[in-house]
């Protein structure tokens, strides 16, 4: 009886339509690569626990210095900073202090990340006169601090953003303005792509799976008078975060917590969280709302067992 095995592909003048076990070590040992981070697959893998007096919590101070969390502690992040644009818990920093304000904090998440850990950052480009792509500055940081790049989604707001205008010279070439309906999500992971999955549980079905790998997500904004917060992404957002690149159990920490809708992603898919959030009213709203999820959780168990 013949042995039927599949002949894996591998990287060719010609670019290779398929991916059975695909030999990609051409491409990579290219010199297009040369200088970049590389993933250290010989890492030993170090996991330490979160305090219980910070897990499931959120600190009401700045995430610049996180030493109530100790290294190797976090499986996740997932963040959307603040935009330094005159919104009321924004400082008004030059781009240079902004960039060097991000990079303690994205160091600081590398420092408490597990090894293959992943950080997710929701973006937004600012500006037209001239445009500012904060995205790309970013990027830049985030790989000079070491962190591995593994992609960016474009988030397709859709048609829930509010109705602009702003389009510069009308049915004109004089000077037409290009008006976003889009945000990205930059993806990375700490010094190796994989992560440690011994005794570890997905909770992600085969339909979320073939969905949240596409580079495209469309899906509504948050309504910011809904929440109570002037620039909340919605928990559809980290909830895909977590179910694609987390384990159930896993600790998930946003180190710009606002609203609290990271945390209540979190909370829905079984995962733990820790939070940072430096405004005190902010803090207080997200924990209310925390609040009231664990409580409607208990009270939807409670009325399932009787």
């Known amino acids: 009886m013949r042995e039927n095995k599949r002949k894996g592909t591998k990287t060719s003048s010609f670019g290779s339509p398929g991916r059975i076990n695909h030999d990609s070590s051409q491409f990579y040992n290219s010199r297009l690569y040369e200088g970049l981070s590389k993933e250290n697959r010989n890492i030993k893998y170090l996991e330490n626990e979160v305090p219980k007096t910070y897990l499931n919590k ?74 500012l792509p904060l995205h790309i500055y970013i990027i830049e940081d985030m790989l000079e601090l070491g962190y591995l790049m593994r992609g ?26 290009l008006r976003d309906m889009h945000e990205y999500i930059l993806v990375f992971s700490k010094d190796t792509y994989s992560r440690f999955d011994k005794n570890k549980k997905n909770t992600i079905s085969k339909e979320e799976f073939l969905e949240y790998t596409k580079s495209l997500w469309t899906f509504s904004a948050e309504q910011a008078k809904k929440v109570g917060h002037p620039a909340p992404f919605p928990i559809e957002l980290p909830y895909r975060l977590i179910q694609l690149y987390s384990f159930e159990g896993d600790v998930v920490l946003d180190p710009f917590m606002g609203s609290g809708q990271t945390a209540l992603a979190a909370i829905k898919s079984n995962r733990k969280f820790v939070g940072y959030e430096i405004n005190e009213d902010y803090c207080k709203l997200a924990e209310r709302r925390i609040y009231e999820l664990e409580t409607k959780i208990k009270s939807d168990m409670q009325l399932k067992f009787t």
């Open 152 to 177: 960016e989604i474009i988030w397709n707001k859709g048609t829930s953003i509010s109705p602009s205008t702003a389009w510069g010279s009308w049915i004109s070439a004089k000077n037409p303005t």
């Open 58 to 131: 959120i600190i009401c101070k700045s995430s610049e210095k996180m030493i109530e969390l100790p290294d190797c502690c976090v499986h996740l992040m997932i963040t959307s900073p603040p935009y330094n644009v005159g919104k009321e818990y924004d400082n008004d920093l030059t781009l240079e202090e902004y960039r060097n304000f991000l990079k303690i904090v994205w160091n600081e998440v590398k420092r408490v990340l597990v090894p293959g850990g992943r950080a997710c950052i929701n973006v937004a480009n600012l500006g037209r006169k001239p445009y």
